[in-house]
Nanobody, 125 residues
Framework: QVQFVESGGGLVQPGGSLRLSCAASGVSIGVHAMAWYRQTPGKQRELAASITRFNTIEYGDSVKGRFTISRDNAKNTVHLQMNSLKPEDTGVYYC???????????????????WGQGTQVTVSS
């Protein structure tokens, strides 16, 4: 069974930093483009950052220049370093494969089935 376990969130003041981690099981992240998503209050879940199996990286406009995504295939983990945090970064952060609607397991289950609990990030003074 595929599982993503996110950690590292918390309460931080504006301008602060957090490092999120995502531990994957039941899937080898090395063969997938991976991503961090976030759901901020009043908005739908959006893609914040992605990294391909060849380490090509893309960021959403709202986090560009402040967030850094990385992957450790040996540990089957994905990280998100978040710097210069703003109150509008407050939300729940999730990881998953980048193409959740078009990626399937070998048994035919689509990856949007496998959302974890996420990790809460709150940026507030």
């Amino acid at each position: 069974q595929v599982q993503f376990v996110e950690s590292g969130g918390g309460l931080v003041q504006p301008g602060g930093s957090l490092r999120l981690s995502c531990a994957a099981s039941g899937v080898s992240i090395g063969v997938h483009a991976m991503a961090w998503y976030r759901q901020t209050p009043g908005k739908q879940r959006e893609l914040a950052a992605s990294i391909t199996r060849f380490n090509t990286i893309e960021y959403g406009d709202s986090v560009k220049g402040r967030f850094t995504i990385s992957r450790d295939n040996a540990k089957n983990t994905v990280h998100l370093q978040m710097n210069s945090l703003k109150p509008e970064d407050t939300g729940v952060y999730y990881c998953n494969v980048r193409d959740v609607l078009s990626t399937y397991t070998s048994s035919g289950v689509r990856f949007d089935t496998f959302w974890g609990q996420g990790t809460q990030v709150t940026v507030s003074s």
